[in-house]
């Protein structure tokens, strides 16, 4: 076992040297045991304020203890800015100068990198569902579209997009089921697809194209937790867990290259260069991505 | 739409109860423009009135919800304690406020508030962007006429989200058991989403068993400079200084032996015979800039100072001799009284 562990060591150190490479296929390059106590120095240190650390983009929040305000601070811990929001905050996300913020109440906040509310999105106002609440959301890095998931009988998948100083929006897909919990929309680094699990299936919104569509519903339907990252420019790693089942992945352009099971108590994607990492509780799985 | 609120109608008030009461539904028509605000044609959609597993109550009270034993602790049962112990302080916002109120489960079971249906459940780490679910694990259910109730505890387990559609009493999960308790006890806020409005739930409450007053713990002046805390020491008056004040308060609502807190609900001030502040406690606005308390713009950090004291509103005070009385008033109409001489030059 130990030499097992040693030669996957090596061969992880060896591999991991390789750039990464526009990708088709996903390779297990080694797994490794995870070290706990990483020596990296909190950002959060200097910060006197209390409340839920979080760093996404280069950027530093703290949350606040009733999910319902938020405060921005620099690395150094010093203040930006600070915000509190009418409701409990139900799905974020994050670019390196934008922030979203979906709302239990139904509503969507879109904020610039000063904290400042740029866009205030109420979907109750465009489509008729009897509930109001955001299940998901995702902002482009350019933030040019938003994408929503909302709402309770009936449930959409929404896309918003930039119009002037506005949103627009310019698509809704009705959902025959619905979820009742948070779920991860992403969009790829590019910003020409979002990608978000559905109760009906995996969503996927095509930029260029202006349409959205259901794919993959007997992989991605029904009760499951996905989280998905982008990598590479048009390219998504996901992780979907389904009972207690996990299985991985990768969907390009809407299309699913590849799922295969893994490490049942994996529970995080981190993208690296030269692929990504799924780390469970003890151990981590480094995947290299390779050319077809 | 004929509304009223079913759980105050049933309940056997005493005749100041009646007062309050109707001072509440005033302060709420009033709050919405004279909209009616809790909406029900027959019967309510949030039902209170068999809650006698009521432990304590404040509107809005602080939680920690790393730590939610704290709730089994009177002194955690109010507004004022809240605002103290809120945590959250940074260097521009301050502290914040919170809604919410604290109820006893049925052993270690969650009862629904009302019929429904299961909006929004939260049993995960993080939220769908990647942010820690700093509420820890809740649950709201959307109730008809715009209501959304919420639900969480210490290691909440939320119920399956398969059954969506809810009846009154049934257990949307289950939670740990509170210290020297067998029942769990567990943070319940109430959104009234038609009329963009937290409100306090004691509306829905009858029959508080709390016949202990609130206590003014201190009262401040606070200028731009200094602080003035009132004292009241025989022979003795204080001096500051003529010009504008911000009036600050600390209350607290504690309990007795097993009675029920009913938390804080109204505050009053009067300066040489003038009423200069009178705020109420029954419901917290939402607006573009947060939560409004006490009719004092948003955010929350607004309605309360960094030590946690409730800002009752500015006054210019004059020189001269003044006297400043605070009367505090919990939901269940008992009185605190605070006088305050000073003088100004």
């Known amino acids: ?292 | 739409m004929k509304r009223a609120i079913s759980a105050i109608e049933k309940r056997k008030a005493l005749p100041w109860r009646k007062v309050l009461r109707g001072i509440a539904l005033s302060i709420l028509l009033s709050l919405c423009g004279g909209a009616p605000v809790f909406a029900q044609e027959s019967g309510a959609p949030i039902n209170l009135v068999d809650s006698d597993t009521i432990v304590r109550f404040g509107f809005p009270v602080f939680l920690d919800y790393m730590a939610l034993e704290s709730i089994g602790s009177p002194q955690n049962g109010n507004f004022a304690d809240l605002a103290r112990s809120s945590g959250f302080d940074d260097s521009a916002g301050g502290k914040y406020l919170e809604t919410g109120v604290i109820l006893q489960g049925i052993g270690l079971n969650i009862p629904s508030a009302g019929d429904g249906e299961l909006l929004f459940i939260q049993n995960a780490q993080a939220l769908s962007g990647g942010m820690p679910a700093a509420a820890g694990n809740f649950l709201a259910i959307a109730h008809r006429d715009g209501f959304i109730s919420l639900y969480s505890a210490k290691d909440f387990i939320p119920s399956s989200a398969s059954k969506t559609e809810i009846r009154k009493g049934d257990s949307i999960g289950i939670a740990a058991r509170a210290p020297g308790s067998e029942n769990a006890n567990y943070l319940f806020r109430l959104y009234d989403g038609k009329s963009r409005l937290w409100a306090n739930p004691a509306l829905f409450i009858q029959g508080f068993n709390d016949s202990v007053s609130p206590k003014i713990t201190q009262i401040a002046l606070l200028g731009e400079k200094e602080t003035y805390i009132a004292e009241n020491r025989k022979n003795v008056t204080q001096m500051i200084p003529q010009g504008s004040y911000l009036l600050a308060v600390s209350v607290v609502d504690p309990r007795y032996r097993n009675e029920s807190i009913s938390g804080l609900f109204r505050l009053k001030a009067v300066l040489n015979g003038q009423i200069i502040a009178d705020k109420k406690l029954d419901a917290a606005r939402v607006t573009e800039n947060g939560l409004s308390f006490m009719e004092m713009q948003a955010p929350s950090s607004n309605s309360v100072d960094k030590a946690g004291r409730l800002l009752l509103g500015k006054q210019f005070l004059p020189s001269g001799k003044h006297t400043l009385e605070v009367f505090a008033y919990d939901y269940a109409g008992n009185e605190a009284k605070f006088t305050w001489q000073f003088s100004a030059r």
Not at chain 1, 9 to 16: E, G, P, Q, R, T
Not at chain 1, 112 to 133: F, H, M, Q, T, W
Not at chain 1, 160 to 186: H, I, P
Not at chain 1, 211 to 224: C, L, N, R, T, Y
Request: with cysteine; charged share 20%.
């Open chain 1, 1 to 292: 076992m130990g030499w097992a562990i040693m030669m996957a060591s090596l061969l992880y150190i060896l591999l991991a040297q390789r750039s990464l490479v526009q990708t088709q296929t996903i390779t297990l390059i080694g797994a490794q045991p995870v070290v706990e106590g990483s020596a990296a120095t909190s950002p959060f240190q200097a910060a006197p304020i209390f409340g839920f650390p979080y760093t996404e983009n280069s950027r530093f929040f703290i949350l606040r203890p009733d999910q319902q305000g938020l405060t921005e601070i620099k690395k150094d811990g010093s203040f930006l800015w600070s915000i509190e929001f009418g409701t409990p905050i139900t799905a974020d996300s994050i670019s390196a100068s934008l922030s979203a913020w979906g709302l239990l109440d139904g509503s969507i906040k879109i904020l610039d990198e000063v904290g400042r509310i740029i866009a205030a999105l109420n979907p109750s106002s465009e489509v008729a569902s009897k509930y109001g609440c955001v299940y998901g959301i995702a902002v482009s890095s350019n933030g040019a579209i938003v994408a929503a998931l909302y709402g309770i009988d009936p449930q959409y998948f929404l896309i918003y997009a930039k119009n002037g100083d506005g949103y627009r929006l310019v698509s809704s897909r009705k959902l025959d089921k619905q979820v009742r919990n948070a779920q991860e929309l992403a969009f790829s680094t590019d910003g020409e697809f979002a990608i978000g699990r559905t109760a009906d299936g995996l969503a996927v919104y095509d930029v260029a194209k202006k349409q959205s569509k259901i794919v993959h519903p007997a992989d991605f339907a029904g009760e499951a937790e996905l989280q998905v990252k982008p990598i590479g420019k048009d390219g998504f790693v996901f992780l979907l867990a389904k009972g207690d089942k996990r299985f991985s992945g990768l969907i390009r352009k809407g299309a699913l290259e590849a799922l295969f099971p893994v490490d049942g108590a994996v529970a995080s994607i981190r993208i690296e260069e030269s692929g990504f990492l799924l780390a469970s509780g003890n151990w981590a799985y480094r995947y290299k991505v390779s050319a077809r």
